[in-house]
């Protein structure tokens, strides 16, 4: 394969950073782009509280992921957490307020799961690239990426049932279906920590690096999937979620089949037809078996 294709160039990439996004200067988080590469970063940067998230993080976060949905140059998206510290240790607890994360606005809200959906149904790749702690919500968020490249100072688990907090939605679903019912609820009602080779032994995570290494890693991940073809990517993706997503996810593949056929012959007869105020000739168009 690699004499057909060529090796994966091992390079550190050239970021371009992008401070302003739909509009708006970043403030809790850093977006960044590959030059020439079709990768985006979006980096968790509230280091001195190891990267919990408030309302604003999210809001920037979905910002991010929404820029990188709509930019036709970008192919993997990586979310990672400023520093070697922490990926991200979940809700901010400092502005936790009686119904939830309280931002500038004074309401409180759980922005966060507006977040999880975003990163499931993006159509291409999202990488989580994991340094020092994942726990609580940023746990959960490193669960609701495609991939992850975790360091060795990788560390994972949930919080919540020890400072009054739980996720019952993916972060409960998309836990059992990685690591099966036993574990997940091991890792829910026990609130205890495992390190980076617990975490890939028990499927939650997909390779472990010496933290050095981990963006190297990543990247090397990031340009293999690059190789391989767009559609087959993003169509396999909504695929791996239908099933689980039920309604949600046949609409997410049913999309990918729309999309697949307005770029037909068959499908732009249709249309042609109506503008051109005709009855349509589908006589030509084969029924498969
Ligand atoms: C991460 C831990 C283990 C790191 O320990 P370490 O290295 O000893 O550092 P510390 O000294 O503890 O921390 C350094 C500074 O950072 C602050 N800080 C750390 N985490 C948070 C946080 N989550 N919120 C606010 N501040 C944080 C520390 O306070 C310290 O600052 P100073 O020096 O000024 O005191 C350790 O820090 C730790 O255990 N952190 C707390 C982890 C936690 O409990 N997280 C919250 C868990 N719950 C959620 O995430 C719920 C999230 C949610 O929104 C949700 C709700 C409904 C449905 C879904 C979700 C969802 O999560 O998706």
Request: hydrophobic share 35%; net charge neutral; with cysteine.
């Amino acid at each position: 394969y690699a004499r057909v294709h060529g090796s994966v160039s091992q390079q550190a990439a050239s970021w371009r950073s992008i401070p302003v996004v739909h509009g708006e200067r970043l403030q809790d988080v850093k977006y960044e782009k590959a030059e020439g590469e079709g990768i985006a970063k979006v980096t968790i940067n509230r280091p001195e509280k190891r990267n919990a998230f408030r309302p604003e993080t999210t809001e920037e976060m979905m910002r991010c992921f929404s820029d990188a949905r709509d930019d036709p140059d970008i192919g993997v998206v990586i979310l990672t957490g400023e520093g070697t510290q922490a990926f991200c240790s979940g809700g901010d607890q400092s502005v936790r307020g009686e119904g939830g994360y309280v931002g500038p606005d004074k309401i409180p809200r759980l922005n966060v799961l507006d977040l999880q959906v975003q990163i499931r149904r993006l159509p291409k790749p999202v990488i989580a690239m994991v340094a020092g702690y994942a726990v609580g919500g940023g746990q959960i968020l490193q669960m609701m990426c495609d991939i992850t490249i975790a360091a060795d100072n990788a560390v994972f688990g949930q919080t919540g049932p020890k400072v009054g907090s739980f996720d019952a939605g993916y972060g409960s679903t998309q836990m059992v279906r990685l690591v099966g019912q036993k574990k997940a609820r091991e890792i829910w009602f026990l609130a205890r920590l495992y390190n980076a080779e617990q975490a890939l032994e028990m499927g939650l995570i997909n390779k472990v690096v010496p933290l050095d290494r981990l963006e190297q890693e990543t990247l090397v991940w990031c340009r293999e999937i690059l190789r391989n073809s767009p559609t087959a990517l993003r169509v396999l993706k909504a695929a791996l979620n239908a099933a689980e997503d039920g309604q949600a996810g046949i609409q997410e593949l049913g999309g990918n089949a729309t999309l697949l056929f307005y770029q037909t012959e068959e499908g732009n007869e249709g249309r042609r037809a109506y503008l051109e105020k005709r009855p349509p000739d589908f006589s030509k168009f084969p029924r498969f078996p």
